[in-house]
């Protein structure tokens, strides 16, 4: 054991990826995750330096956590121990594009916008858009990462076809192929998607492709009440038309439903007519410039200062619900909402701001008990330290969490990756 407490030396870690691709964690706080700070950061550039890394944390019993752009450090709960920060930048090559079978083969530490440059070349895209700049391809694949076109092209899960990952005792493993149809048997991409570095750490992964689309039009509507939310978003959904997006901006300053149509111009211009008449029993219809669409910004923005971010996932058909308990759990506590949310599949993300550290911890106990009872979940998506100390990230996790520690102890027997962070402390 060296002087930084750790079981390996930087030494170690340098004879393996190189001197200049290992470091000691920057004392700042830069690499600490949820307030707890590792020894030391470490770059590999191939999956045979992963592999090595793997293999000696393994063997010396050290903890692991990866990390792509860093962009969802702030998932899950804090971890009960960080030894080795293992960062995936320097993977960040698309190895393989084959735009006539439309897949694409990729590093995990490439970024999303790196990629869809590349595959824009081609016309092509990868049907994902998460809000979070610099986000790489295998951390959006690790916590299941969505942005608002999920409605159109699904999860990232619905999209990988084919994983290759570094397990916990260094072996490499493989599943699915390169093209849609080779994809049979047991899912091992599946199976990590989502799992947020705690079953191995993401090298490469496949991916099916879509075509980027020839024009975009966005219609709007201003709200008058949450209910007109719901029916505003159902009527869409429910009709003969294919919306890109469907999306919710609630605050003190605007109540907003948009809809993104996007494809060929004939068939753009014929839908975005149909949204507005559908739309016209529920509030003001107006067409949305590229400008104002821009404007409106993600609709899962981070949480600032002392804000703690929620995401509440309820069936659609909820909505006007989910947007009542809210507004009343915080009006109750002198807490201010910001709401946002995917409203054609029923996830709402709500950042809570104002009011002190109790008010917040209890509109979030709140609305778990309501949502939970009623087969949804309200998970804890950023927060100060103080508050991820008194709520558990996830929430109640029901006979899941059973099958989740089952998987974990398979892959990861001793606990060496993400110690802590995930479902019931796994």
């Not at 919710?248 to 060929?264: F, H, K, N, Q």
């Not at 995917?342 to 709140?366: N, P, Y």
């Amino acid at each position: 054991m060296d002087a930084t407490g750790t079981r390996v030396s930087l030494e170690d870690l340098q004879k393996m990826v190189g001197e200049e691709h290992a470091r000691e964690a920057s004392e700042a706080g830069e690499d600490a995750v949820d307030g707890v700070y590792p020894s030391f950061v470490a770059e590999p550039g191939s999956v045979e330096e992963m592999s090595e890394l793997m293999k000696l944390a393994s063997a010396e019993g050290i903890s692991v956590v990866p990390r792509g752009g860093g962009t969802k450090m702030h998932l899950g709960n804090p971890p009960r121990e960080v030894d080795l920060v293992l960062s995936t930048a320097r993977m960040n090559e698309v190895i393989e594009h084959v735009p006539g079978d439309q897949v694409v083969r990729v590093q995990g530490g490439t970024k999303l916008e790196d990629l869809q440059n590349h595959l824009a070349g081609e016309e092509q895209m990868l049907g994902i858009d998460p809000p979070e700049e610099g986000a790489t391809v295998g951390g959006i694949v690790a916590s299941n990462a969505s942005g608002p076109r999920r409605l159109r092209y699904g999860l990232i899960r619905d999209l990988i076809i084919g994983i290759e990952v570094v397990l916990s005792d260094g072996t490499v493993a493989k599943a699915g192929g390169k093209v849609v149809k080779n994809v049979a048997g047991y899912d091992l991409s599946k199976l990590f998607t989502g799992s947020l570095g705690t079953l191995g750490i993401i090298a490469s992964c496949n991916f099916r492709l879509h075509p980027r689309q020839e024009a975009a039009r966005t219609v709007a509507i201003e709200l008058s009440d949450t209910m007109a939310a719901q029916d505003a978003a159902q009527a869409i959904t429910q009709a003969q038309l294919v919306p890109s997006a469907v999306e919710l901006y609630w605050s003190d300053d605007a109540r907003l439903l948009s809809v993104l149509i996007e494809g060929i111009p004939p068939s753009v211009e014929a839908q975005a007519d149909t949204t507005s008449y559908l739309l016209r029993g529920f509030g003001e219809v107006r067409a949305l410039s590229d400008e104002e669409a821009d404007t409106l910004g993600f609709p899962d923005p981070p949480g600032a200062g002392d804000e703690v971010a929620v995401k509440i996932s309820a069936p659609p058909a909820e909505l006007a619900g989910v947007l009542d308990s809210v507004l009343g759990a915080t009006k109750r506590r002198g807490v201010t909402p910001r709401i946002t949310g995917h409203a054609g599949v029923g996830v709402t993300f709500v950042a809570l701001s104002g009011g002190d550290e109790e008010a917040k911890v209890q509109v979030v106990e709140e609305l778990r008990e309501i949502w939970v009872r009623r087969g949804g979940s309200v998970v804890v998506r950023e927060a100060p330290l103080s508050v991820k100390q008194r709520l558990d990230a996830w929430g109640p996790t029901g006979d899941y969490l059973g099958l989740t520690r089952r998987v974990k102890e398979k892959f990861d027997p001793r606990g060496v990756l993400n110690p802590g962070r995930f479902l019931g402390g796994i």
